[in-house]
Nanobody, 125 residues
Framework: VQLVESGGGSVQAGGSLRLSCEVS????????MAWFRQAPGKSREGVPV???????TYADSVKGRFTISSDNAKNNLYLQMNNLKPEDTAIYYC?????????????????????WGQGTQVTVS
């Protein structure tokens, strides 16, 4: 199983970035796919999640600025980030789980996800 993120970088406040995550090798499917982020000295937090039906949920801190999407085959996960703020600076990870339900209340907990990417750095100044 591989989840490989790309698209991170440095941007000025107010700018935009688009992250991508290429997913391969998950034979049992992916019911939930999410983006997490972890800033220095802070715990990893769920940012947005998308389920197998295309239903999405966002953390309050990114609502209206970030958009999660995936292709129909669930081979690629995307995160469009607009109006970036310095507090968005973090390592961003994509995560997937074949059984997690979006409605169980656990979508933002890292321990609920089986598969993880290696992360990509986003720096906003």
């Amino acid at each position: 199983v591989q989840l490989v993120e790309s698209g991170g970088g440095s941007v000025q406040a107010g700018g935009s970035l688009r992250l991508s995550c290429e997913v391969s090798g998950i034979t049992e499917g992916t019911n939930c796919m999410a983006w997490f982020r972890q800033a220095p000295g802070k715990s990893r937090e769920g940012v947005p999640v998308i389920d197998d039906n295309g239903v999405t949920t966002y953390a309050d801190s990114v609502k209206g600025r970030f958009t999660i999407s995936s292709d129909n085959a669930k081979n690629n996960l995307y995160l469009q980030m607009n109006n970036l703020k310095p507090e968005d600076t973090a390592i961003y990870y994509c995560a997937a789980d074949p059984r997690l339900s979006l409605y169980g209340g656990g979508w933002s907990r890292p321990r609920e996800y089986t598969y993880w990417g290696q992360g990509t750095q986003v720096t906003v100044s």
